[in-house]
T-cell receptor, first 119, second 110 residues
């Protein structure tokens, strides 16, 4: 089975440009997560969706960041306008949510990330 | 804020030795998960231990959970160079997401 697929793997662009990151979750998974990883801050949850609906976007750093999930097999994370401090590795993950009152008990499956460099 | 915090931050051992990594967390959980991340790749799920379990094994991995101390440990026995990676613990939040620690960077020297 195909895992989580992210594109592009690498993106280098100049500040001020719009950046769009793409993710295809594992078929049948109903939860999707966007993370950002940097040396300084580690792995940060930006936003997650459940059944295509954004549930928690409190980790989205600014209004410059937006995420959509138009259907169960596709999600985008957009940065507009981009800034050098947005440089990081962005991961998408999916899971089959099995929600209990104390949280999900299913593992998350990660893509290999998009390494973003804003010059 | 980080829920799980791993200790040590970095660990360097010789091939064949055992590696132990620890994780502490703050709130009640129903499970704790360990992940591995190889350089330039995404995180890979290793093992999940439920709150009513004290120990779990998977191949050369042994995970323990002490809910009274809010801590967990990951033991890799007979380490190999291929085990070189960063290891993260993760705990579920109230919603559907999880919080990951800062990770332990393990280097296994051949």
């Amino acid at each position: 089975d195909a895992g989580v697929i992210q594109s592009p793997r690498h993106e280098v662009t100049e500040m001020g440009q719009e950046v769009t990151l793409r993710c295809k979750p594992i078929s049948g998974h109903n939860s999707l997560f966007w993370y950002r990883q940097t040396m300084m801050r580690g792995l940060e949850l930006l936003i997650y969706f459940n059944n295509n609906v954004p549930i928690d976007d409190s980790g989205m750093p600014e209004d410059r960041f937006s995420a959509k999930m138009p259907n169960a097999s596709f999600s985008t994370l957009k940065i507009q306008p981009s800034e050098p401090r947005d440089s990081a590795v962005y991961f998408c993950a999916s899971s089959l949510s099995s929600f209990t009152s104390t949280g999900n008990n299913q593992p998350q499956h990660f893509g290999d990330g998009t390494r973003l460099s804003i010059l | 804020s980080q829920q799980g915090e791993e200790d040590p931050q970095a660990l360097s051992i010789q091939e064949g030795e055992n590696a132990t990594m620890n994780c502490s967390y703050k709130t009640s959980i129903n499970n704790l998960q360990w992940y591995r991340q190889n350089s330039g790749r995404g995180l890979v799920h290793l093992i999940l231990i439920r709150s009513n379990e004290r120990e779990k094994h998977s191949g050369r991995l042994r995970v323990t959970l002490d809910t009274s101390k809010k801590s967990s440990s990951l033991l890799i026995t007979a380490s190999r160079a291929a085990d070189t990676a960063s290891y993260f613990c993760a705990t579920p939040e109230k919603g559907n997401d999880m919080r990951f620690g800062a990770g332990t960077r393990l280097t296994v020297k051949p």
